[in-house]
Each structure stands twice: as C-alpha cells, then as structure tokens.
C-alpha cells in the first residue's frame, strides 16, 4: 500500500534513471542525481548546494556538509549551526567513519537542573525550562563535526562548503509552506526573543508567510568568519563571546568555556547484519543505531517478506515496543553510563521475539529485558524538528547525516548578532525517571543531564552494504519515530524489494513502549487500523502530514543507477 498513489503505475514507482524521474516525482526537486553523484534533503536549495559542489571537483562528504550548511539556512526551524548532528560516511576505500556531532550540556548542568522544589517535596519537572529559553540549551556541535568531516574525507575547504549558505543567508530566500506553518505555530514563543522577533517576523507584528524573502544578514556574517577564520571563530571567537555573555545576562548555564572545550567525537559505527545484508548504524549517545539494529534482529525470524499486512505490521509494533523499553532502561551517553552491547546480540532479540505471534493480540510490557553481560560488555567510553540528508559520489563515497536543533526553532533564541537560532536539545536529556520529554519519551537515570554529558537521541543515519558494497543511505527526522520510520524503509526496500521513493511513501506506524499506544498514519486505511485494533493495539491514527520526514539513497542493484528520494509527506512548495 502506498501513501502516495501515483497515476502512471510502475514507471512512477522507481526514482531511478538518471534524474529523469526525479523531475517527475513528489520531493523531486528535493532529490537529484547525476553522473557524479546523488543527493536527497529535504529542501530544493540544499539540494541543489550539494549538487553543485559535486561538480566543482567535491566528493560526497563535500556535497553532504555543503547541503547541511545549506539547511541551517533555509530550513533553520530544523537544523542549523546552533544545533548538532551525526556524520555517518562510508569512504570509496571502505573506511566506515562515525562523526558524534550532538551537543553537550553545558559544565554547569546538574542531574535536578529541571526540577522544582514543591511544598509537599515532592519534586517536580520544570516542563518549560528544558525546551524554551536559556537553560533549554546545550553547547552546538554540529559545525566541529561538518569541519572534521571535510578536513578528514572532503576535498573542499570549509570556506567552500560555506560559500552558497553565506550568499542565500544575505540575498534572502523565498519561505516555503513548512517553514511559514512551522514559524506561525511557534510564535508565540519566538516573539519572547528580540533578535528571534526582528528576524522571523514583520513590523505589524504578524510572522513572515509563506512565499516572503527571509534574509539573514547576522547569520551571514557569522558563516564568514567561520569561512575566513575556521571553526575557532564560532567556538572561540566572537560568536562564543557573544552567547557566553548573553547567557549570563538571561538565567543560562551554557558559558564560553563549554564552546571553547567542545569536541566531535569518532566513535565506532555499529555493524549489523539483516538477511544477509550489512547494517551499519550509528552508536550512542545515538539510540538510533542499537534500536535500528536491535528490531531487525527481532524481525529476523519471521517472513515480513510473505506475511499478511495486518500480521507484518502486528510483528513491528511488538518489535518496537520491546526495543523501546529497552531504549528507556539502559540508553544514555556511553562516555558516561554503561550502555550494553548485548543490545545487539541476535540471541536476546530471539528471546524478546518469541513473545511475538505474527496473528497474536497485542501484549503488554511491563518493563525492558535484559541482554547478556549487561555490566561488563558496554559501548565504548567507560571501558576506560531535525533533518536528513544523503549524498554519494561516482567514486563510491556515501554520506548520511542527520543534523539537529530538536524541536521546532529549538530553544527559540537567537544571540543578537549571531543570526544563529540555538537547539533545545537539554530536553533529550530525562529531567526525572520517568518524566516524559517533548516527544512523550521517558528515560532512566541513565539519561539524566550532567556536566558536558550528551543528551541520548534517536536520530539514525544507516547506511546498508550487500557484498561489501554500500547501496543504500536512508535516515530521518521525527524524533523517537526516526527509528521507526528507519526500520520500515529497510523492510520495504530489503524485504519487500520497493523501490526507496516507494519506500518513503508508505504509510507508517510507530509503538515506543512508553506511552502504551501504536500509532499508525491514516493512509494504512480504515480496515487495517481496525484489524490492529482488533488485536488490542490502542491504535491513535496520526493525520496529515503523517509521521516524520525521511531521506534516502539507493544504487539500483541490478544496473547501478541511482534512486534518490526525499519525503513525499512534505508539500511540494
Ligand atoms: O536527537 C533526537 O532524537 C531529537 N532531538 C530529534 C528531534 C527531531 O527529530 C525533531 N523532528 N522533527
């Protein structure tokens, strides 16, 4: 079943063929191809950035950090150099490399950052601070990671990759419909921050609309000095002073010494296997990676391929529900909990799958399981609205990133003088055991904030090998439903062999444990909703535009031309 039916049958069904079609699809212009490469994001202009600096002589790491600069731009209520991201790459050589871009909390960040004292003393979860304003804040990382990206596997120099962004930042771009929506259901939070009002909205007070030119002389100012003087202008320079004093002044715990001591991090990508294809995913602070590996490892022992649609859609909700209980129990930054790797292991995702009875009912889950050697096989470290983007090259580069501010415009607030609109991403982190986020996600203490400590995320960029050679780079935004929407492209795509456009526009469904309902897009249509009903899922139907925004690449297996394919869910203008 598609979201998006298509009038003109198969030939509509593949995104193939040398950018042919890509003129004719939904997100077309979103998604190109040519003969140097191919790059999906989720906006024209990005897009069109990435392509451009393929042909200038860049590989795809170049056309990916020239996109994600771009995005910060002209999709700044997603991502942007306020905000952090994820760099998974797979170099023609065959390195596999993972970027931790994410943000840090600031040095002074405590465990009861967000809680209120009470009378009764019991306490309770400052539900605002964590998402609006100053302490809603953790020290970007985004830019740190597009830099060691380009100086360790580009071709290009940074100033390079910067150049497009800087001259649509001063020229101004034309607002697209989801940006105008996205701005009009956040203003009343936006006009609380003078540089964030000045920016985004007119002099009679209402916010720019859809098809009005938003120039950005601030943030393009502070992209040129990034060009002359490198990553040290933002993290040490003008822009660090600039946010560090405008901090103390606004109640912030993020200072200039938290910029200045910002690091990317190289971590090892998570390798996984699938009905014989390699999975690679990205590991903590990043839930996506374990989770992405932990359900297909659950899907394994049944035929998703052959089973009925109500009993394939039944067997993923189970899945993810136990691996998102999973997620809340033991999930956090590895540099500073102990996250285990028998998350991973096939014989504990069998255990939690045998509960699973394809034409079963829908079960309950009191609490996580526990996978072999909890305590002493962990992820590295101890042992001492988001976007995605792909991009691939001729010579056999494949990038995907998947960048953040968090929720809509982030904390809201823009330096004055930055032009740079700063994340929320404090609210990854769990202000109290079992106190929801934004995105309805609980967590232990394992998540709790702490100083410099990594909020968990569940962005998932996963690139996917068979034979050792990469054809397929697929990722997306939405918060928790990024893992979600991630697995059910890799069933379409390796399961039920759709094409990555046909993938996209699927209709999805999404179960994160906690709370106990499965949420399923319109689209799956009323006698499937029902079947899962039926079966005791509390199903809440999720209307337009649907569940997340995803991105994806793909190398035909058979000929080897490229699909490149950008969320239908997002309107076409
Ligand atoms: O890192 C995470 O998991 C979240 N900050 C992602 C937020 C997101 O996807 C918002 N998008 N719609």
Redesign the pocket.
Known sequence: MKLFRRSRGTQWQTLVLWGLATLLAPGAERAMVSSRGAVATVHPLATQAGMKALEQGGNAIDAAVTAALMLGVVDGH?SGLGG?CFILLRTAGGEVVAIDA?ETAPALATPDMYLLPTPDGKPAVDQRASKTGARAVATPGALAGYALALEQHGKLPLSQAAAPSIHVAEQGFALDAVYARRLDASREELVLFPATKSLLFKEDGRPLQKGDTLRQPDLATTLRAIAQDGVRAYYEGEFATRVGDWMLANGGVLRRGDLAAYQPKLRQAIHSTYRGYEIIGFPPP???GVHVAQILNMLEPFPMATLAEADRLHVLAEAMKAAFADRAHWLGDPDFVRVPRGLLNKDYARSLASRITPGGAACTLLQHGTPPQADTDVFGGLRK???HLCAADAQGNWVAI?Q?I???FGSKVIVPGTGVILNN?M??FAAAPQVPNA?GLVGSEANAPGPRKR?????SPTLVLKNGQPFLAVG?????T?ISQTVQHLVAVLDLKQSMTDALGSPRLHHQWAPDELRMESAFGGPLIDAMKQRGHAVREAGSPGI??SQGLRRDEANGAWEAAADPRLPQD
């Open positions: 997603n952090g994410r990043s839930s996506g609205h988001t976007t998947t953040t968090n929720t809509a991403e609210d990854d995105f909020p968990l995320s569940s962005m997306g935004a939405g918060g928790p990024i997340g925004v």
